[in-house]
């Protein structure tokens, strides 16, 4: 079932477009999230989703009932939307379980203090109940604002960078929370942040998002796999770009290797394109005989992200167990694994 339609939405400050015919639905349960630089847009979708800007062209319908179109937006309090902001927004003077009774006021009493229960529970903290905002941590204090959005069983969660304010470990155990938490109550959710990170720990379905428009909408696999274009290829995870030229029969020429793979329709034989080059498609092996040397060595924990330079000065990166250690200036064995080519046209998208 369909909880979310975002249909061709754009919307305008005094004439400035600032989205443009945006769309994507989500159905119940399923997490959403948007995705994309300063600027882009994000927070300004999910303020018309909320009902506090209006749209220019398009629709967008809340399980069955269209609340905004052109000329119509339905006010945020008669949408059964929750919020959770990233500045948390508790009542200081309210304890924490009168804050996650806030919006649950209308219930009688015994079925209000009984979703308080029920809702400390699952956000870990049965014992906070009579504590006030500011005797808990930053990350506590965000489950409690969940919570509270949670409480009243809305149609949507919108949540707005709900992390920023945290260090970037705690962000991701935090979103991964979050997630099996939404899960468990089965609630429909849009996130919005510029943190693909946690946009991958968090949401079943991500939007990259940039200058306004909705490039490309999917799974963070596809995202990073299998990106529509320049824009998104570049956005999500590392890489480089090289340069080749299409040949006859579904290969690629390169100054690395002739790669086989399908090239964009447009992008016929002679045609020059740029070959996206992942971390994970270059793999180190001491006994291949194509060398390359290492100009820079980032260590990840598990991993050390290498810069590595071939003999043509074409510059790759490679991601390498970090139990081999080996150094800046030493030359690196490598094989190149693609599963599959990204290629696009070179020229500007
Ligand atoms: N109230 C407003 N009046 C006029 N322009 C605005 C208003 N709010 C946002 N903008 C502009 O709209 C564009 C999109 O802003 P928005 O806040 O949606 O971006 P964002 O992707 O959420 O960015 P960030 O991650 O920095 O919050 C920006 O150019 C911004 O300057």
């Given amino acids: 079932m369909k909880i979310l339609h975002v249909d061709n ?6 004439q400035n477009e600032v989205v443009t015919q945006a769309s994507f639905e989500l159905d119940k349960g399923e997490i959403g999230c948007l995705l994309g630089p300063s600027g882009c847009g994000k927070t300004t979708l999910l303020r018309a989703i909320a009902g506090f800007e209006p749209i220019t062209h398009g629709s ?24 959770v902001f990233q500045d948390f927004a508790l009542f200081p003077h309210l304890t924490i379980a009168e804050n996650i009774g806030f919006g649950i006021r ?16 699952l956000i870990n903290l049965q014992d906070y109940g009579s504590r006030y905002p500011h005797e808990l941590s ?16 809305p149609d949507l969660l919108l949540l707005d960078e709900p992390f920023s304010s945290m260090d970037a470990e705690l962000r991701e155990e935090l979103a991964r929370e979050v997630r099996s938490i939404l899960k468990h109550e089965n609630i429909t959710a849009v996130l919005v942040t510029h943190d693909q990170n946690e946009a991958f720990a968090m949401a079943d379905s991500i939007g990259v998002i940039n200058q ?47 790669l086989e793979g399908i090239s964009p329709p447009e992008c016929k034989p002679g045609c020059k394109v740029k070959v996206l080059v992942r971390p994970d498609d270059i793999v180190h092996d001491d006994c291949s005989p194509r060398k390359a040397k290492i100009v820079s060595r980032v260590f990840r924990g598990a991993n050390n992200l290498f810069t590595l330079e071939m003999e043509d ?14 150094e800046v200036g030493e030359e690196l064995g490598i094989i190149m694994e693609f599963e599959h080519l ?8």
Avoid: C
């Fill in 212 to 258: 306004g428009k909705l490039l490309q909408w999917g799974s963070g696999y596809e995202l990073y796999h299998e990106p529509e274009s320049l824009f998104v290829a570049d956005f999500i995870g590392s890489g480089v770009f090289i340069d080749g030229e299409v040949m006859e029969g579904n290969v690629i020429k390169t100054s690395l290797a002739s």
């Fill in 138 to 153: 930053g990350g506590q204090q965000q489950r409690i604002a969940l919570a509270r959005g949670l409480a009243p069983k």
């Fill in 60 to 83: 967008i319908k809340l399980v069955d009932t269209t609340v905004s179109n052109v000329g119509y937006t339905m006010p945020p309090e008669k949408r059964n939307i929750g919020m």
């Fill in 106 to 121: 209308h219930l009688s009493k015994k079925d209000k203090s009984e979703r308080i229960k029920q809702l400390l529970e």
């Fill in 9 to 14: 939405v754009s919307i305008a400050y005094d």
């Fill in 313 to 326: 000065g074409t510059q790759l990166l490679s991601l390498v167990h970090s139990h081999h250690n080996h």
């Fill in 342 to 349: 990204v290629v696009f046209p070179d020229k500007p998208q």
